[in-house]
């Protein structure tokens, strides 16, 4: 009876935890503001060994990580860091591209 307690005052806080505006975790709000730093900074490698630093997969940075009001990726080809871009995409759900297309001479764009 005294786990079953504990488990619904845990559960409570971790729902509980959603629904108010507590102050974020200074350690985990440095580690989001390098990663979407170093996302914004088309230097792959250092993307890379910054979400291995914090011990985080790919898949949940893309995924779940929100930079200045847009998801990680966009944010990225927003500061036009398209190699960076293009690799988070890769773990998104709903795989998007980004492509830098140059215009030809004649104002045409060149097919992909």
């Not at 009876?1 to 102050?23: C, R």
Request: charged share 20%.
């Amino acid at each position: 009876m005294k786990t079953l307690i504990i488990s619904a005052v845990v559960t409570f806080g971790v729902l509980n935890m959603g629904v108010t505006n507590a102050a974020m975790n200074p350690v985990v709000e440095k580690a989001l503001q390098n990663i979407c730093y170093s996302s914004a900074t088309d230097r792959l490698h250092n993307f890379k060994r910054t979400v291995k630093q914090y011990n985080l997969s790919m898949d949940k940075v893309a995924n779940n990580v929100v930079c200045n009001g847009e998801d990680i990726g966009s944010f990225a080809a927003e500061h036009g860091a398209a190699h960076n871009a293009n690799y988070i995409r890769d773990h998104q759900q709903g795989h998007v591209e980004v492509r830098e297309l140059a215009v030809t001479a004649s104002g045409e764009v060149p097919k992909a």
